[in-house]
């Protein structure tokens, strides 16, 4: 039984934009359920998706692994993609992967939505 | 050294033993004066270690043995430092193939080692002779006046034969 916990907490859908709001630890324990909820919802082809990380404590590769690639999958189909809520130690794996230059990343869903 | 200044801890090749690893690791880190970042890194080096020895070296197998070595130590000029060394019983890779990938490119493996070697200190891969491998990494505690290692972030590290499992 797979008993790993989705750590998809919330997907809002609006015109504008489809937002995911995720909470707990990204790592490879909890990193493929992500990715299937993710590429799920990236298969709806939304025009702006926007990743809630402000519940998001720690991330290791295997998450910003599975970001990448619904990156890739959404900026496929011209869409955007943007990342808002990161604390700081989330954001410094994006910085140390040098990975933050591919990724829009704001503070504030507002901030993502304008952009 | 001071048996005192050891920490052992044996773990199945599970995802789900990582958080336990990280905290423990994450808290000696803090005890013997690395700041919040540094014991973050400390942290996510051996998160991504471990993650590599259960994806590659045990191809996702959930119930083989790592060995993970916490030990206090102190570079040639007097600074405290942690040395992990991260032991398992899993496949043997030549250490001098186990390489780090072009950050230019937007693809999503290839990563930890990368990780790895830019937040620790030392990096070194072994093929001990009785089957596995072996990962022995240090990090020194920065001193307040070191404004250097943020600059430095993501060059190559002096040495080690570090590589990717993945």
């Keep these: 039984m797979d008993d790993t916990p989705n750590i998809v907490k919330e997907v809002r859908k609006s015109e504008t934009a489809t937002v995911v709001a995720l909470s707990g630890d990204v790592d490879l324990h909890h990193a493929p359920t992500l990715h299937a909820t993710l590429v799920n919802i990236a298969n709806g082809r939304p025009k702006r998706l926007i990743v809630d990380l402000g519940e998001v404590p720690y991330m290791d590769s295997s998450g910003v692994g599975t970001l990448v690639e619904i990156l ?10 943007a990342l808002i809520g990161l604390n700081p130690r989330v954001r410094s794996v994006f910085e140390i992967t040098k990975l933050d230059k591919f990724f829009t990343i704001c503070d504030t869903e507002q901030e993502a939505l304008d952009t | 050294m001071n048996e005192a200044e050891i920490v052992k801890l044996s773990i199945a090749s599970h995802p789900k033993s990582l958080p336990v690893v990280r905290s423990a690791a994450e808290r000696m880190a803090k005890m013997e004066g690395f700041s919040e970042q ?49 032991r398992d019983n899993g496949r043997q890779v030549d250490p001098d193939t186990i390489q780090g990938r072009d950050l230019d490119d937007l693809r999503p493996g290839g990563l930890g080692v990368h990780i790895i070697k830019t937040v620790m200190d030392e990096v070194e891969y072994s093929c001990p002779p009785d089957g596995g491998m072996q990962l022995r990494m240090v990090k020194y505690v920065s ?24």
């Design chain 1, 72 to 81: 890739r999958r959404v900026t496929a189909y011209k869409g955007t993609m």
């Design chain 2, 38 to 86: 540094d014991a973050n890194e400390l942290a996510l080096a051996i998160d991504e270690a471990l993650a590599n020895v259960i994806k590659h070296g045990y191809s996702g197998q959930p119930d083989k043995p790592i060995d993970i070595t916490l030990s206090v130590l102190r570079s040639s000029t007097g600074d405290p430092g942690l040395c992990i060394v991260v």
């Design chain 2, 143 to 166: 001193r307040a006046d070191d404004s250097s290692s943020e600059g430095e972030r993501g060059t190559s590290q002096t040495d080690p034969k570090d590589g990717d499992h993945g």
